[in-house]
Each structure stands twice: as structure tokens, then as C-alpha cells.
DNA sequence: AATGAATGAGATTTCATTCAT
DNA sequence: TATGAATGAAATCTCATTCAT
């Protein structure tokens, strides 16, 4: 005896879902508890995801294209310069991370689709940054020897801590210091040559 | 009908453990099976933890006391230099992390004694470093308008992330690159005056 | 794999559980058992009730409903005579213990729901006697000395563990013997004046 | 090792068991934690007692002893008459709840050494009254019509029950009172003729 | 597609009892 | 006799998943 109208079932699953999540932790949510926090029937879950874990993964998918887009938003309207693309780019996520808190801690916390070996977001959103690093570098503007993959990397990790953090308790810093911060360390202006 | 010699129960139990956090993450973990590894009966890992994240607890708190004094033993061999201590505390972290891969993951990784709102491990790891920022910052050696929390955080979320990527692969660099790359993002370098 | 009807559960497991508590004491049941009894599965046994207390709490209730409402008719068709009416009442009490021994049982045998500090079952059913006393007392019908309270008490205690005990063995007396033996003890009669 | 003198472990675990009962109820209650107050091993207890039932027992009849006793040594000082006779048995029972609650709650309470098909104590401490009835009535001092056993057996419910609700909350009575309402119940009182 | 009671494997936890010391 | 760590059977409870409606 369906009760719902159809249209809206599994955005009402992705919002309770994601309430949820980002309260308790994938672990300690459940299926019945998505579907009772959604108004809807267990039953209706499984129509729409394979399990609870399928669904962290939407919404971490969705969370990293809307940054992405985001983050590619700012770039082009950024000045052709590297270190003020890199700056927008950090201000994109930092905008993100505080318009859109459980979802950025969903996608860059500690919250993981368990079984599946999925690639870590981190990387994923990574890799941009590693590329540009790559040609600056053959260009001579950067440091020859330094090691760019490592770079990005430590960098990417660093801005999401510092995010994640940050968003544990807002009033630690200002949107303003922590792109500052950011940019100081990120490789394109720690380790610019001259 | 007590089978075994008194006193090694509680150190197979942290050994089983490690492993099996490891292998598999807590969650998928249950106390059976750490004692079962332990070559113990199920009673036995309970009348030494009150559960799974007492004893990750106590993995965690151990590691990070080992990290904490190789830490030290390196700051004291180090050159009284702000930025060959940085280096040496660096490389004490790196070096941990190469020879006790399992306890670096346990104990920077995802795994948290869930329930437990216990303070981020690394926040914990990371007040020292705020402290010589301070200190560098009153005597002018390091740019005035940063923010030292925020950059001795993200510092901190740097390495954790790229030990803990590094670790998953060891062939992504050498520990000499790694600690070049964290030392040039140490906020000791990154920002420090002429 | 759901495979029952779905209208019955909850009062076949109500049945099991009387009858189990009655064989073996609350203590020496468990679930499990109730579960296998009322042929479900025990997941089934928790979404009805929250433990077994609470499935024996909900017996008693019913039980003491049951009693309450049987003693009730019988007060409605005695004649207007208090002594008349506690005999009625009475009757009513031996002839629920004769006709549902396991009900009569759990509801006032040593059978408590544990860790709750219910109010004992006995002093419920206690209440409308001490008023009647009370009434009685004001109109000059029952001896002025009398602690109403505890004399109403001290009867309700006697009629439980007197049919408690010829529940045991019913040869110990017959229901007529009952309820005269009741009746001499009852403060109505035993305290009535002149 | 042996680390107590050895006179004392009994009497110890005595104690241990009468407090950790009246405060718990048996179910609540385990060997360990008897031995824990008892400051001894848990062994100790199982070198005492089978289990916590015999240890229960053991309190249990520890206590009707003494309550016999008690009772025993008023009757001698009562006046021959039997009304006075059962007044004074009364009064040593209620004098005995008073300086002795826990033991009676023990004694008369719901606690059964469960395994043990233990005739009922309160049927134990009946059996005396029954006689004095029985003689009472031959000697054409009682009701004849009265049934002797189910009185007496009545009448011992009342009184433990009664004394077993004051001792939940003494301020419900004065001794007196309570002496006096149980008088008026005893079947010596309530069924004598003339 | 939607429903939600029922399922039962499996995880967590307790505690009476043993036995080497 | 006393000790107490170790044992493991058994109880409690959870929750992903199914399927008749």
C-alpha cells in the first residue's frame, strides 16, 4: 500500500541520511533509522539503495561535484596568476566547507563506504592541484626538486584537517585567516622559486 | 578451568588487537575475534578492557607515547636551531610511522573509540608545535599576522595525511622526500621572516 | 524472511510468556525461549516488548485489570451490606485464582519486574478496601481504634498468600472454606462493632 | 597464598551475602561480588558455600532460628491465656523486623534459594500456630466450623506481609499499632467464641 | 513502487566455576 | 585453605534484509 507520493522518496532518504550521518556516524546509523527519520518504510530504503553504505556514497559524490564546480566556478574568474587561482580555489572550499558543514564533513571526514575500496576523496580531489604543480614546475616556477605528488598531497590533507576542524567549532579562526593560512602552505607559494 | 600463564594475557590482547584494527578497521572487528587471536577465551579480553575501544584506546595512547618521547630524544640531538629541530621531530615522525606502520594508522587514521568524545589525537600531538610558533612569533622570527593555531593544525593534518597516504603505499616516496616536503610546509619554514 | 500473519504475534507471545514464567520463574526464562515457545523468532520478541520484564509487567497488568473489573460485578449484584460485599469480593478473588491460576500467580507471587520499582500489586489492589474501612470507620461502623491502612494491608497480604499457597495444591481446601476463612480475617468483619 | 586468617571467611561472607541481598535481590547478585565485599578471593567463597542459593539458605535459616527462638522465649513470659499468648509471639516478630530488616526481608521477602524446592519458610513458621488452633478448638475455645490450617496459614501471610511493607517505610505505623492490628487478625482473636 | 512486521545470524556481555599457585 | 586470572556457555539485544500485502 504505497502512502507516498513517489516523486520525492529518495531526496527525503539523501537528507535524512545525511542529518543522520553527519549526528552520529555511519556506524552507528542504521537503515530503519534513515527510513524513520525519511517518514517513510524500511522497504522504501532498499528500492532506492543497496544498503547504507550506498548511500554515504551518493552523498559524498554529490558533495565533491558541487565543490568541484565550485572550485572551477572561482578559477575562472580568478586572475591568470597561480597564486591568486590557488587562493580563489582555497576560498571556494573554505565557502563550501561553511555553507554546506555535514556535507563537507561527510566527504572529507572520517566516514568511509566501509567494504567498497574506494579511492579517498582526498586524492580524488587532489589531483588538479598535483597537475598544475606539475606545470609550473616544468615551466621553472617552481622548485625542481621538489616532489610534486608528495606535495599536493600534504597539502590536500591539510586543508581538509584544518576544515574539518575548523567546523568543529567555527569560532576558531575566520574564513579570512584560515585561507591565509591555507595559502601559505599550499606548494604553489610555499615553494615558489624567487 | 583457566588454561593460561598469568601474565601475558593483557599484551597478546593489545597484540591481537593492533593487528586485527588494522587488517580490518574496528567495525568489522568484534571481540571474539580478538581473542580468539589472543588464543584467549572471550571472558578473558573482558575482565582486562570493558570493550573494543577501551582497547583502542589503549593502543592509541601507548603509540602516541612512543612517538612523543622518540619526538623528544630528537629534539634534544638536534641543533638549537628553530628550523633542524623542525626537521628532526619531522623525521623522528616519519621514522616511527616507517617502523610501526599499524600503530601510526591506529593512531592518526579513521578509527576513533567511537562513543568517547576523546580529543583529536592529533590536536593532542599537535600543542607543542603551537607553543614554538608563539614563542618564534614574540621574538619577530616568524610573520606576525599569522594565525599559530590554525597554521600548527594544518601543519599537523599535513603530515598525519601524507604519513597515512605514504604508509598505504611505501613505494610513493622516500623518507628523505617525505621529510623535505613536510619541512618545507612546516609553518617554522613556510613562514618564517627573511 | 517474514512468515507469519502478522495480526497475532503480539498475544502469542503473551501466552508463551504466562505460561513459561508460571512453569519456571521469570529468572529461568529467557527470550529466547518465549520466542520458540510463541514459535517466532526472537527479533520478533523485541519489537513487542522491550525485555521479558516488560512482557511480565504487561501480564500483570492485564491480569490485575481482569481481577479488578471481575470484583467490580460482583460488588454491583451483592447486597447493600458491607459484610455482604466483602464476601462477594472475595468469592470474586478465589474464583479468579480458581480460573486462572498462572495469571492469579504471576500477578501476586514473588514474580517482580526487577530492576523497576513498580508499586507492589498487592498495595494496587489494596486501595478500594482502605476506603471502604475508612467509610465505614467515619459512620461509626468499625472500631475507631483501627490503623486503617495497616489493617487493610495486613487483610490484602493474607488473601494473596492464602490463595497463592492453596494454588499450590488446591486439595488444601475447598473454595467455600476460602472464602469463609478470608472472610473471618477481613477488618469488615473481624473489626466490625457490635 | 593464603592471605586471611582463617577463622573469619564464613562469618565474612555472611555478612557480604545478607547486605549485597537486601540491597540487590539475589538475581541482582553474584559470587564475585560477595567475595569483592567480603574482601576475599572468589574462591574462598566456593571453599564456603556451593553457590549463592546455599549461602542464602544458610541466612535464611540463621534467621528463622533466631526469630523461633525469640518468639519462644516471649511465649514463656507471657501470661497463660492465649490471646495474651499470641500477642506476645506478635510482638516478638515485630521486634524482630525492627532490629533485624534485613534478615527478615531475607527471610520472608520474595527471595527463594531458587533451585531448591525449599518448603515455603513462612509454611515453617506457621506450623506452631496450627497446632495452638487445633488444641483451642478441641477444647471448644474456637469456631469449630473453622478450618485450622487455612486460618493459620492466612494469618502467617498477613503478618509477613504486613511487617515486610512497614519495613519498606517504618514512619507507615508504630509498633503498637501494628502489634495491635495483627491481634485483631489472628485467628486466637478473630475466631474465638464468646 | 511502497509498506513494515517478521526474521535470525551475530555481536556484546555476564558470571558461575575451575585450578595452578 | 586461600587466591584470583582465566574460562566459555549462555543470555541479551541489534539490525540488515526479506516478502506478503
Keep these: 500500500?504505497?502512502?507516498?507520493?513517489?516523486?520525492?522518496?529518495?531526496p527525503r532518504l539523501?537528507?535524512?541520511?545525511?542529518?543522520?550521518?553527519a549526528e552520529l556516524g555511519i556506524e552507528r546509523v542504521n537503515s530503519n533509522s534513515i527510513a524513520r527519520r525519511a517518514k517513510l518504510a524500511v522497504g522504501t530504503f532498499y528500492s532506492h539503495f543497496d544498503d547504507k553504505y550506498a548511500l554515504l556514497q551518493e552523498l559524498q559524490m554529490r558533495s565533491l561535484d558541487v565543490l568541484r564546480s565550485q572550485r572551477l566556478a572561482a578559477l575562472?574568474?580568478?586572475?591568470?596568476d597561480p597564486e591568486a587561482q590557488a587562493r580563489a580555489v582555497i576560498a571556494a572550499a573554505v565557502e563550501f566547507a561553511r555553507t554546506h558543514p555535514e556535507a563537507y564533513r561527510l566527504a572529507f571526514g572520517r566516514e568511509r563506504a566501509a567494504s567498497t575500496r574506494q579511492r579517498s576523496l582526498?586524492?580524488?580531489?587532489?589531483?588538479?592541484?598535483?597537475?598544475?604543480?606539475?606545470?609550473l614546475q616544468q615551466a621553472g616556477r617552481l622548485d625542481p626538486d621538489l616532489n610534486v605528488d608528495l606535495a599536493s598531497r600534504a597539502y590536500a590533507a591539510a586543508e581538509a584537517g584544518l576544515l574539518l576542524w575548523w567546523l568543529e567549532d567555527p569560532t576558531r579562526g575566520e574564513a579570512r585567516e584560515l585561507i591565509e593560512t591555507l595559502a601559505r602552505l599550499h606548494p604553489v607559494v610555499a615553494c615558489r622559486l624567487s
Excluded at 539523501?14 to 550521518?21: I, P, Q, R, V, Y
Excluded at 582526498?122 to 606545470?135: G, M
Design 1 to 10: 500500500m504505497p502512502r507516498h507520493k513517489l516523486e520525492d522518496a529518495k
Design 14 to 21: 539523501l537528507a535524512a541520511g545525511l542529518s543522520l550521518f
Design 76 to 80: 575562472r574568474e580568478a586572475a591568470p
Design 122 to 135: 582526498i586524492s580524488e580531489s587532489n589531483r588538479p592541484t598535483a597537475e598544475v604543480l606539475r606545470r
